[in-house]
């Protein structure tokens, strides 16, 4: 009878730590994907919250790259770089949840396991020197208990920490 019991208590934890260890593992997207998110246009009806745009179009260019970031402790294989469109009225941060749902969808990939950076031209201010330097603000995200997408943890990123989660394709 012990060693039924024992047997079924492994059994049991076996079963248990099997989707937590399948969910650390690396994941690979095709090539052809990779290249197919490369300055990929996204555009989108937005619901706005009180006067940021309602019911207006808002655009961005997403631009997919390898993660090789010594910061992201949770090992995200992938970044999606996502560039405000010039026409926009809004941030288009208004719509990260919603941008990381139709992004992680469309590459078939939870957007818990990808890193989203928002990248946004900063004008200099006055008597400060023209930098050119562009803002850039990552974005992760977790699921609720329930399983739904729960909104992004934020955080500025600086040139270098850029440099990693593209893979030093961007500065």
């Known amino acids: 009878m012990t060693r039924i019991v024992i047997l079924l208590a492994l059994t049991l934890v076996s079963l248990l730590a099997a989707p937590a260890a399948a969910a650390q593992e690396p994941y690979t997207l095709p090539s052809a994907t990779v290249q197919e998110w490369q300055d990929k246009p996204l555009t989108w009806r937005s619901y706005g919250r009180g006067d940021l745009a ?20 949770d090992e995200r294989s992938y970044s999606v770089v996502l560039v405000q469109g010039e026409g926009n009225r809004a941030p288009i941060t208004e719509d990260a949840k919603y941008l990381a749902e139709i992004i992680g969808r469309d590459l078939g990939v939870s957007p818990t396991r990808l890193a989203f950076l928002f990248r946004f031209a900063v004008a200099p201010t006055c008597g400060a020197e023209d930098t050119d330097r562009p803002l850039t603000i990552r974005a992760t995200f977790r699921l609720s208990s329930s399983g739904n997408l729960v909104s992004p943890s934020w955080r500025v990123l600086s040139t270098e920490e850029v440099e990693d989660y593209t893979d030093r394709q961007l500065r």
């Open 54 to 73: 309602p019911g207006g179009t808002l655009s961005a260019t997403a631009t997919l790259y390898g993660n090789t970031s010594r910061h992201d402790s």
